[in-house]
Nanobody, 127 residues
Framework: QVQLVESGGGLAQAGGSLRLSCAGS????????MGWFRQAPGKEREFVAA????????PYADSVKGRFTISRDNAKNTVYLQMNSLKPEDTALYYC????????????????????WGQGTQVTVSS
């Protein structure tokens, strides 16, 4: 079982940037799709971005496309989310997650397809 720990959240002003990290331990994540999701108070968890095992495919939610960039460093067992041009509506608890199947990539937008989750890191964007 892999353990995932997110970091890098905090308070930012609108238009600012933050970089989230997700470090895996206990098992390699290099053969799995990794995803970022977020959940705002009173809302359902929503897909943000995902990245295939080799970084070759990176789907994004329409709401973050062009502003956020997902990347990974398999040697460090770590996934990143660079968030630029932040908006108040980006305020949420951000989670990283490991896809449930090695080299699987079926519907990476759906949280049910992920079987390991971090504890989340809070991102707050002020206007």
């Amino acid at each position: 079982q892999v353990q995932l720990v997110e970091s890098g959240g905090g308070l930012a002003q609108a238009g600012g940037s933050l970089r989230l990290s997700c470090a895996g331990s206990g098992r390699t994540i290099s053969k799995y799709v990794m995803g970022w999701f977020r959940q705002a108070p009173g809302k359902e968890r929503e897909f943000v971005a995902a990245i295939t095992w080799n970084g070759g495919t990176t789907p994004y939610a329409d709401s973050v496309k062009g502003r956020f960039t997902i990347s990974r460093d398999n040697a460090k067992n770590t996934v990143y989310l660079q968030m630029n041009s932040l908006k108040p509506e980006d305020t949420a608890l951000y989670y990283c997650a490991k896809y449930r199947v090695i080299y699987g990539f079926d519907n990476p937008h759906h949280p049910d397809n992920y079987d390991s989750w971090g504890q989340g890191t809070q991102v707050t964007v002020s206007s």
